[in-house]
C-alpha cells in the first residue's frame, strides 16, 4: 500500500512508519520541513498558511493524520490551549479538504483523536465509542478535531476517529515522564489516586491501525485503549512491582494544581474508563491485554 502520514516523527508516527515499511508499505511523510532526515518521499505542508502540496497525495491508499502540538509539555497558558487547538482543527481541516478534492482518493483517512473527547467521568462509568462527550477543554477540542474529517466523509473517503488514550513507552509521553522518580523509588500515585488510567501500549497501535485498515467495516470514532483500564493508584502500584521499587510518595492534588493548573486537573487528577468496544467487536485481539505485561515488555524487564 501507499501510506502518507503527518506526525512521522512523533511517538506514534515513529512506531507506524518503522512497522509499515517493515512490512513493505510504501511511506510518504507529510512534513514542514522539506528535507527531514532520513525520509526519501515527502510532501510539505503548512497547516498555518493552509498550504500543502495536493498532487502529490494523489493515488495513496491510506492517509494518517498525526499531527498537533503536546497537549503535556508545558502549563495550559491561554496562548498554549490556542495552539493546542489551532493545530488539530487547522490541520485536520486541511488535510480533509484536500483529501476531498483529489481525483484519486485514499480508500481510508485514520485521523487522530484522544479519550480526552470523553472527558473527566466517575471511575464506576464505562465508556464506549456512543457515549456522548464529557465538558473541558480536551473534550472541546476533541469534538471539534473529529468534526474537522467532515469534508473527506462528505466526498465518500472512510474515516476512522482513533481515540488514543495514554501511550505507554518509554521513549516519550507519559510514561517517560513518570520513570525517573519511580526509577528512584520516590514514586506515587496522584491525589487519590482513584482517577481512571485507560491506556494502551505502544506496540499495539501498529496492528490495531493495520486491522483498521483492512476491516472496511469500521468507521468513525474508535477507542485505541486496552480492555483493562485501571486506577491511577493501581497504575502506581504495578510500575512499583515492575521496577521493583517503592510507590510510597504520593503527588497530593493540591500541590499538581499549583504546578500545572487546569493542566492538573484534566491530565493527572482525571480520567474516564474506557473501553477498546469496536475494536474488540470487529474481531481484534490485543497483544498486550494486562498492564503488567505491557508494562515489563515497554520497559524490556
Same mark, same amino acid.
Given at each position: 500500500?501507499? $501510506?502518507?502520514?503527518?506526525?512521522?516523527?512523533?511517538?506514534?508516527?515513529?512506531?507506524?512508519?518503522?512497522?509499515?515499511? +517493515?512490512?513493505?508499505?510504501?511511506?510518504?511523510?507529510?512534513?514542514?520541513?522539506?528535507?527531514?532526515?532520513? &525520509?526519501?518521499r515527502?510532501?510539505?505542508?503548512?497547516?498555518?498558511?493552509?498550504?500543502?502540496?495536493a498532487?502529490?497525495?494523489?493515488?495513496?491508499?491510506?492517509?494518517?493524520?498525526?499531527?498537533?502540538?503536546?497537549?503535556?509539555?508545558?502549563r495550559?497558558?491561554?496562548?498554549?490551549?490556542?495552539?493546542?487547538?489551532d493545530?488539530? $482543527?487547522q490541520?485536520?481541516?486541511? $488535510?480533509?479538504?484536500?483529501? &476531498?478534492?483529489?481525483?484519486?482518493?485514499?480508500?481510508?483517512?485514520?485521523?487522530?483523536?484522544? $479519550?480526552?473527547?470523553?472527558g473527566?467521568?466517575?471511575?464506576?462509568?464505562? %465508556?464506549?465509542?456512543?457515549?456522548k462527550?464529557?465538558?473541558?477543554f %480536551?473534550?472541546?477540542?476533541?469534538?471539534?478535531?473529529?468534526?474537522?474529517?467532515?469534508?473527506?466523509?462528505?466526498?465518500?473517503?472512510?474515516?476512522?476517529?482513533?481515540?488514543?488514550?495514554?501511550?505507554l513507552?518509554?521513549?516519550?509521553?507519559?510514561?517517560?515522564?513518570?520513570?525517573?522518580?519511580? +526509577?528512584?523509588g520516590?514514586?506515587?500515585?496522584i491525589?487519590?489516586?482513584?482517577?481512571?488510567?485507560?491506556?494502551?501500549?505502544?506496540?499495539?497501535?501498529?496492528?490495531?491501525v493495520?486491522?483498521?485498515?483492512?476491516?472496511?467495516?469500521?468507521s468513525?470514532?474508535?477507542?485505541?485503549?486496552?480492555?483493562?483500564?485501571?486506577?491511577?493508584?493501581?497504575?502506581?502500584?504495578?510500575?512499583?512491582?515492575?521496577?521493583?521499587?517503592?510507590?510510597?510518595?504520593?503527588v497530593?492534588? %493540591?500541590? &499538581?494544581?499549583?504546578?500545572?493548573?487546569?493542566?492538573?486537573?484534566?491530565?493527572?487528577?482525571?480520567? &474516564?474508563?474506557?473501553?477498546?468496544? +469496536?475494536?474488540?467487536?470487529?474481531?481484534?485481539?490485543?497483544?498486550?491485554?494486562?498492564?503488567?505485561?505491557?508494562?515489563?515488555?515497554v %520497559?524490556?524487564?
Open positions: 500500500m501507499r $501510506i502518507a502520514i503527518t506526525g512521522s516523527t512523533g511517538l506514534i508516527g515513529t512506531a507506524l512508519v518503522e512497522w509499515f515499511s +517493515k512490512n513493505g508499505h510504501s511511506i510518504t511523510r507529510i512534513v514542514r520541513d522539506s528535507h527531514p532526515s532520513g &525520509a526519501n515527502c510532501v510539505v505542508w503548512d497547516p498555518n498558511q493552509r498550504r500543502i502540496d498532487a502529490a497525495l494523489e493515488g495513496h491508499d491510506v492517509v494518517i493524520h498525526l499531527a498537533g502540538e503536546s497537549i503535556a509539555s508545558g495550559w497558558t491561554a496562548e498554549r490551549k490556542a495552539r493546542i487547538r493545530s488539530r $482543527i490541520g485536520t481541516s486541511l $488535510i480533509s479538504e484536500t483529501l &476531498a478534492k483529489l481525483s484519486h482518493r485514499p480508500r481510508v483517512l485514520l485521523s487522530a483523536s484522544a $479519550i480526552g473527547y470523553y473527566n467521568r466517575d471511575p464506576n462509568e464505562t %465508556l464506549d465509542e456512543s457515549s462527550p464529557g465538558s473541558g %480536551l473534550a472541546e477540542v476533541c469534538s471539534q478535531w473529529e468534526q474537522a474529517t467532515a469534508p473527506a466523509q462528505a466526498a465518500g473517503i472512510r474515516v476512522v476517529n482513533m481515540r488514543f488514550g495514554i501511550v513507552s518509554s521513549r516519550g509521553g507519559a510514561l517517560a515522564k513518570m520513570l525517573p522518580p519511580f +526509577k528512584l520516590v514514586g506515587g500515585k491525589g487519590s489516586g482513584n482517577q481512571i488510567m485507560s491506556w494502551i501500549a505502544l506496540d499495539e497501535i501498529p496492528t490495531a493495520s486491522h483498521l485498515i483492512a476491516n472496511e467495516a469500521l468513525g470514532p474508535v477507542n485505541f485503549v486496552s480492555p483493562n483500564p485501571v486506577s491511577n493508584a493501581e497504575f502506581t502500584r504495578v510500575l512499583g512491582r515492575v521496577l521493583s521499587r517503592p510507590t510510597i510518595f504520593p497530593p492534588a %493540591l500541590a &499538581a494544581k499549583i504546578m500545572f493548573g487546569e493542566m492538573a486537573d484534566e491530565l493527572l487528577l482525571g480520567g &474516564a474508563r474506557v473501553i477498546p468496544k +469496536k475494536l474488540q467487536e470487529s474481531g481484534y485481539k490485543f497483544t498486550y491485554p494486562n498492564l503488567e505485561q505491557a508494562l515489563k515488555q %520497559l524490556d524487564q
